[in-house]
């Protein structure tokens, strides 16, 4: 209908207004008020962080949230006329639930004191050693919702590095209670290899970041594959309509200098929303390696012993557009489109000696230049369908991943009996592609007892496409080898079904949950005409209860089955030069590792955290190296042991010891043990403890410093024994504009004391590694936000196994 006005305009006026007025067009906005309040506990202690959850009464939609400050107090602004519920929520405390009725007056209406009442609470598998300004504990994964009190402008690699139970190395690897873990942004994993994550999560402003979610026992509804655990990293999301948005960027030295920066903007309306991101990250690096190897057989001499040494310079640039798109369809159903397109650029200047331990000149000096492309391209769709009002929804995603890498290796190796234009200079040309194909759908059902049944089917299929030609040059020409050209092909199809029921009761809360996988996979290597398949179907069931035996203490206790299967890489047979003499091989033979674990964790008044775990990996993964008859080449093999155990126990302290310091504390002690072949004895490892301690202190409401102190013992996992090390890790970070632009200057292991020594016992050969890298850097991270919040965008998660599993690693 077209409304025209007239020259009586007034009464014309009148009219409308009268409309507008009884339609409730105008009514419930025109007088909007301000809520406030202070949260305290028991003892009349102001409680900060405290999530304030305002609610209609009529069908519990949420109308505001906000968390509570440093001193307890809280304000909600803008809150239109009608009858809500105000609810609390805060890890280890009773929620409070109170009606308020908001008049038409405007102004603010206080709502008093509202006094929580602990209630112990436990986590399933993690415990709380990052800062915590609100913390959630869910039936399967631990929430840590962050703010600028924690985040500032750290990068988003800063925050994971304080996450409970989170440990980062100097390669990249991410992990979750000493295990490797898979990463999701927006419950999609990352497509990316270890070194451009951590070049996206160094990028990515931790300020864009509404919450992280810790999975370390994921359910039934994850891939089998997942038994190192999820970390989830969700984007914020803009509640108002319009353009939002922020800019970061910083800049550090170590040896080297290192650049990030990027830009978040969302524009959203009444029908859609859009999100286009880009990320940049530069670093230039040193790599030195020493490699010291001796036959098992002269381990009383130094007989037949080689030294190298590799002394390399490296430079990562890393470029990551995102667009995604949120279309509302109806109130119900909701299409959502991503596209992702990362490029990494790698180069790689590397000279290398080798020599004879009893030989005091060098046997051969080697140049290595590697330069590497690679390009990851996905693309997929979520949606999502609410069936009725009380929760059921059917989601359904559909994606395409695809993985290219060309790499080229320039080396000349010399020798030192021979001539100078003796030398052989080689080309190893490098081409990968892996396609993924995979579809998934959920189905989700709520009972009116607090239970609910998630059921579920998932189908994925997997190319890869390996070609690798070596050329010897012969002047200005290059003359093709076949004798190492490798030609890999390899295919796997995997289909899974499963099915989880949770319920909550006053003092018992458990979750069932049961998964089938049928895996079907091929493998061809050209050359050798070699082939393997293999076709198996597994069961994986998972059982957690949680008893609260009082308001002060409580017990959750979880078994569970899950799989790793052997990454694409290291199934395929090709040689991987790491210098002139030592090698990287895949082994086609691989099996999957069969994982269990069972875990029981103490918790007392929400402060004090004890975890107890047990696991064995049944073919567990161990890296071999293997001398050549002829004593000039070494190469490192995965094969499959016939299991690992660990023994764990984990004690952590956390707590906000006054308003202006927040610490942190945990020990773990932890001890594994292996056996490599059936006749083989078995090796226990020995006892390892690791120490971490974060503190945070509010100097004043603009400027915090933090401190973060670690120390890793001698530890052994399967055959590889590492040295004992301590980091210091030091910060300052000052809030301006009111809170819109945050700066930030971090000094990483301030005494250049991190250590990275192991030695690797193989059958006939053990190996003394010494590597030193670039980690005493100063960085200097800032940003500004615009316009609000940055939306996230529902992402497809349907191809997270395969794209882990195609992982390159860098030589």
Known sequence: MRTVLSSSGPACLSILLLFYLANDGLAQQRAPMSLSGVVMNEAKIPLPFVAIILKAKADSAIIKTTVSELDGTFKLVGVSAGTFILETSMLGYESIRKEIDVGQAGGNLPVGTL??????????????????????????????????????????????????????????????????????????????????????????????????????????????????????????????????????????????????????????????????????????????????????????????????????????????????????????TTLSLAVTNALQLFRKTAYSQIRGIEEPQARENSDNQVKTTTNTFSSGFHLLHQLDTLGKELTVDVDYYRNTSNSNQYTTERFFDQPFDAARHTFLDQRNAFNIYSAKADLSAPFNNKAQLETGFKSSYVETNNRNVLYDRKGVDLVRNDSQE??????????????????????????????????????????????????????????????????????????????????????????????ANNFVQGNPALRPVSS??????????????????????????????????????????????????????????????????????????????????????????????????????????????????????????RNVTTDAYFTLTTGLRQSLLGKRATVSLNVTDVFHTYKSQYSQESILLRQRWNNQYETTTVRLNGIYNFGGQVAKIKTSSAANDEKRRSDTKEN
């Open 596 to 717: 269990y674990t069972g875990s029981a964790t103490y918790a007392f008044r929400n402060a004090l955290f004890i975890t107890a775990s047990y696991s064995i990996d049944v073919g567990d993964f161990t890296y071999v190296a293997f001398q050549n008859p002829a004593g000039d080449s070494i190469t490192i093999r995965p094969l499959n042991n016939r299991y690992t155990q660990t023994y764990s126990l984990l004690t952590a302290y956390n707590s906000l010891v006054k308003s202006w310091w927040y610490t942190s504390t945990s020990i773990n002690l932890r001890k594994s043990a292996y056996q490599l072949v059936g006749d083989e004895p078995k090796i226990v490892g020995i006892g390892t403890v690791n120490v971490d301690t974060y503190n945070s202190f509010s100097i004043t409401k603009q400027l915090s410093w933090l401190v973060l102190f670690r120390y890793r013992g001698k530890a052994q996992e």
């Open 115 to 332: 006094q929580l009442t602990p209630l112990a609470q436990m986590l399933s598998a993690v415990t709380v050693s990052g800062q915590k300004p609100f913390i959630e504990r869910r039936a399967d994964k631990l929430v840590i919702n962050l703010t600028d009190q924690l985040t500032g402008g750290s990068s988003l690699m800063d925050v994971m590095d304080r996450l409970p139970g989170v440990q980062l190395n100097l390669d990249n690897q991410i992990s979750l209670n000493g295990r490797n873990v898979q990463i999701y942004i927006d419950g999609k994993a990352t497509p990316l290899s270890a070194d451009a994550l951590a070049g996206l999560l160094r990028g990515m402003s931790s300020t864009s970041i509404e919450k992280i979610e810790l999975i370390a026992r994921p359910s039934s509804k994850y891939d089998a594959s997942a038994n190192g655990g999820v970390i989830n990293v969700v984007r914020k999301r803009g509640a108002r309509e319009g353009l939002k948005g922020n800019l970061y960027g910083g800049g550090g030295i170590g040896r080297y200098p290192k650049v990030n920066g990027g830009f978040n903007l969302n524009f959203k309306t009444g029908k859609y929303n859009l999100l286009i991101n880009t990320d940049y990250n530069g670093n230039k690096y040193y790599v030195d390696n020493s490699i010291k190897s001796i036959p098992v057989k002269s381990l009383i001499s130094s007989a037949g012993a080689t030294q190298s040494a590799i002394r390399s310079i490296r430079q990562t640039n890393n470029i990551t557009p995102n667009l995604g798109l949120d279309y509302y369809l109806t109130k119900k």
């Open 486 to 579: 490798d030609t890999y092909q390899y295919s796997e199809t995997i289909h899974a079904l499963y099915t989880t029921f949770r319920q909550e009761r006053k003092k018992l809360s458990y979750q069932l949950g049961l998964r089938a996988e049928m895996t079907y996979n091929r493998g061809r290597q050209l050359q050798a005409n070699q082939s393997f398949g293999q076709q198996y179907v597994q069961l994986f069931p998972s059982a957690f209860f949680d008893y609260k035996i009082n308001n002060k203490h409580g017990f959750i206790v979880g078994v569970d089955k899950k799989i790793n299967r052997p990454t694409y890489e290291n199934m395929n047979p090709l040689l991987r030069i790491v210098n």
